[in-house]
């Protein structure tokens, strides 16, 4: 697969169509399985307000790999994101009832670089606070 974008067809400034990922308690029992983070903060009501939190908490690498969608979709391919990092800043709190958290994500391209490449910054949301910060791509078009 290669990208769908062409880099002669993107500007600075561009916008990704901006996306919401729902995130519920199952949802987090589902990732720890799927990844081996068992971590109680993740699942244990009672043990993650012990420790401080507000109530159980996504993982973070859960939160980084929902952002990054917006920018594999708007490519069409996986594999064109070449760089991505995070400063992970808020947690994304998840209650337990039926409607848990929402991720609402959103970005732009915010520079072409050489080879037909270009810099994308993500914002990720939930309950109104920035959950990442310093979130970037970098991404090889066609």
């Known amino acids: 697969m290669a990208a769908q974008i062409q880099y002669a067809d993107v500007e600075v400034g561009t916008e990704l169509p901006a996306a919401s990922f729902p995130v519920t308690r199952a949802t987090l029992v589902r990732y720890a399985g799927a990844s081996g983070d068992f971590n109680p903060i993740h699942?244990?009501?009672?043990?993650?307000?012990?420790?401080?939190?507000?109530?159980?908490?996504?993982?973070?690498?859960?939160?980084?790999?929902?952002?990054?969608?917006?920018?594999?979709?708007?490519?069409?391919d996986p594999g064109a994101v070449v760089e991505?990092?995070?400063?992970?800043?808020?947690?994304?709190?998840?209650?337990?009832?039926?409607?848990?958290?929402?991720?609402?994500?959103?970005?732009?391209?915010?520079?072409?670089?050489d080879d037909n490449r270009v810099r994308v910054d993500l914002t990720a949301m939930s309950a109104g606070q920035k959950v990442l910060g310093m979130s970037r791509a970098v991404v090889q078009l066609g």
């Open 84 to 113: 991505y990092g995070v400063r992970f800043t808020k947690p994304v709190v998840v209650p337990n009832d039926d409607q848990g958290a929402l991720i609402e994500v959103t970005a732009k391209v915010a520079a072409k670089l």
């Open 43 to 76: 699942w244990n009501e009672k043990f993650a307000k012990e420790v401080g939190l507000p109530d159980v908490i996504a993982h973070g690498m859960f939160t980084m790999a929902e952002a990054i969608r917006v920018v594999t979709d708007w490519a069409g």
